[in-house]
Each structure stands twice: as structure tokens, then as C-alpha cells.
Nanobody, 121 residues
Framework: VQLQASGGGLVQAGGSLRLSCAAS????????MAWFRQAPGKEREFVTA????????HYADSVKGRFAVSRDNAKNKLYLQMNSLRPEDTAIYYC???????????????WGQGTQVTVSS
């Protein structure tokens, strides 16, 4: 499956962005999906994941209550609604896909190219 993330940009603290991840090449509903992010100088970290049927699994503590993951299997798309953004949310955001339920980044087989999110203070 090919993944294309989009929707990043520059936003002021307190603002919102909605990221999208378009999937192609295979049946999207076959994949357990996730969002990760990597800030400058830091390791890539888990943000959230969602099951094949559209149930969010869990969120990183740092985004809980502010971010919401969803998917539309009919449109082959994954979304990340990000509200109340903070400067520390600045990172490249990646979508990832796994045929199995995955808990670590090493279990994801496919990755998008990433989309830059920059939050100014």
C-alpha cells in the first residue's frame, strides 16, 4: 500500500489542523493504521492508532483530549484532527499501516512520506 500524508502547515498556538493520509494500492480496510511524529532532534514517537473498523485504540498522553483519529474506509483515508495545538506539537507527522494490530513502530510495514506541522508561539 502507498500512503500519502497531507494537511500540514504553519499554525499559531491554540489553532487547529486536520491531517489526511490517502492510501492506494491495496484494500485500505485491511490495515491497522497509526500516526507517528518526529520533532527536530528527537526520536519518532507514537501519536495514536485506529483499528480496521475505525475504533481509536489509544493516544499518547501528550495529545490526549486534543487530537482525534478517524478513518473513512470508503474513501481510503486516515485523518488526524489536531486542536489546541502547542509549539511542542511541531514535528513531521507520518501515517503508518500494518496488516496486524501493532503497538510499536517496528511493527508497521508501510509509511507515508510525512507532512510538516509547525506551531508558532
Amino acid at each position: 500500500v502507498q500512503l500519502q500524508a497531507s494537511g500540514g502547515g504553519l499554525v499559531q498556538a491554540g489553532g487547529s489542523l486536520r491531517l489526511s493520509c490517502a492510501a492506494s494500492g491495496r484494500t485500505f480496510s485491511d490495515f491497522f493504521m497509526a500516526w507517528f511524529r518526529q520533532a527536530p532532534g528527537k526520536e519518532r514517537e507514537f501519536v495514536t492508532a485506529i483499528t480496521w473498523g475505525g475504533s481509536p485504540t489509544h493516544y499518547a498522553d501528550s495529545v490526549k483530549g486534543r487530537f482525534a483519529v478517524s478513518r473513512d474506509n470508503a474513501k481510503n483515508k486516515l485523518y488526524l484532527q489536531m486542536n489546541s495545538l502547542r509549539p511542542e506539537d511541531t514535528a513531521i507527522y507520518y501515517c503508518a499501516a500494518s496488516l496486524k494490530g501493532a503497538t510499536t513502530e517496528y511493527e508497521y510495514d508501510y509509511w507515508g512520506q510525512g507532512t510538516q506541522v509547525t506551531v508558532s508561539s
